[in-house]
């Protein structure tokens, strides 16, 4: 390291060359960005959710379909293995409340 800037840099990124913590700044500013789209995309899905939820119940339906849930639980195992189930999990969660 050779300037106090880089210092602060690799203490805030772990690197050990001012090289590698450029790198991980720059990748870290990509991933907020990622983080930003995500989290947009949850309160999307929270709202579209609510929409069917409150046009089932409105109906004389309940608020949670089983076999629908399943369905998502499958796709996201699919997709991220087991992990990808408790992501589903938790999206469910935050979309119709714990059950
Ligand atoms: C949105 C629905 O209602 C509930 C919420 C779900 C979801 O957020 O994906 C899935 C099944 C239901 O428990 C639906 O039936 O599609």
Excluded: F, H, W
């Excluded at 995309?41 to 949670?64: C, D, F, K, N, P």
């Amino acid at each position: 390291m050779s300037s106090s800037t880089a210092t602060s840099a690799a203490e805030a990124t772990g690197a050990r060359t001012d090289e590698a913590a450029s790198l991980i700044g720059d990748a870290r500013t990509r991933i907020d960005a990622l983080d930003d789209r995500i989290i947009g995309l949850v309160q999307e899905r929270m709202a579209v959710s609510s929409v069917i939820q409150e046009a089932r119940m409105t109906s004389g339906g309940r608020r949670v379909n089983l076999s629908r849930e399943m369905e998502i639980l499958a796709r996201y195992r699919d997709a991220l293995g087991k992990p990808g189930t408790s992501l589903a999990m938790t999206l469910l969660e935050l979309c119709r409340g714990r059950v």
